[in-house]
């Protein structure tokens, strides 16, 4: 099993582009999670989603969105990137709520 | 609204030793709490997951305990190594299912 896995693992986005950052599992997993990290801080939690087809704002969902047209499948986007977007972004998933969650290695995102 | 804190939020020790990681929360209304650790550029990996009705969990040389009354949670270290260095993250679930997060202990064990 490959676990959680993300792409890309860096990236450079300009002001005001758009981008999709990818998270899969394969552990048949139903929730699945994404969230930001900025320097010295927790985490905070963007969007998650409890099944396909099924997706809720977290704490900080303001400038993404995500969709979950599969189990395995939970991509984020940026729209319209912004320098205050600049974090590391992780994706997770578990089975069930409540649950231990297991995360990908993160994607590391500047925009300038 | 629930706060997670960490303290101290760095560590640095002699290998060998015990030590020990706090963690509070400020609403005892908790389900799970889950223990992380974090490396340098790299993913979290679960520790330990404590279930709101347990008191304690043991992993190897890790112990996790629970006092929701008190809010808090302890992650108990034995014989340090110099590869235990690392960030330590403690995490509790909500009503809502949802992980808040504490901005974790950046221990430093020194061979």
């Known amino acids: 099993n490959a676990g959680v896995t993300q792409t890309p693992k860096f990236h450079i986005l300009k002001i005001g582009q758009s981008m999709t950052l990818q998270c899969t599992q394969d552990m048949n997993h139903n929730y699945m999670y994404w969230y930001r990290q900025d320097p010295g801080m927790g985490l905070k939690l963007i969007y998650y989603?409890?099944?396909?087809?099924?997706?809720d704002k977290g704490e900080v969902p303001n400038g993404y969105n995500v969709s979950r047209s599969t189990t395995e499948d939970f991509p984020l986007r940026l729209e319209l990137a912004a320098p205050s977007q600049t974090s590391v972004y992780f994706c997770a998933s578990s089975y069930s709520g409540a649950d231990t969650q297991y995360f990908g290695p993160g994607t590391r995102l500047t925009v300038l | 609204k629930q706060e997670v804190t960490q303290i101290p939020a760095a560590l640095s020790v002699p290998e060998g030793e015990n030590l020990v990681l706090n963690c509070s929360f400020t609403?005892?209304?908790?389900?799970?709490l889950q223990w992380f650790r974090q490396d340098p550029g790299k993913g979290l990996t679960s520790l330990l997951l404590?279930?709101?009705s347990q008191r304690e969990q043991t992993s190897g040389r890790l112990n996790a305990s629970l006092d929701k009354s008190s809010g808090r949670s302890t992650l108990y270290i034995a014989a340090s190594q110099p590869g235990d260095s690392a960030t330590y993250l403690c995490a509790v679930y909500n009503s809502n299912y949802q992980l808040i997060w504490g901005a974790g202990t950046k221990l430093i064990i020194k061979p």
């Open positions: 609403d005892s209304a908790i389900y799970n």
């Open positions: 404590i279930q709101s």
């Open positions: 989603s409890v099944g396909a087809g099924i997706t």
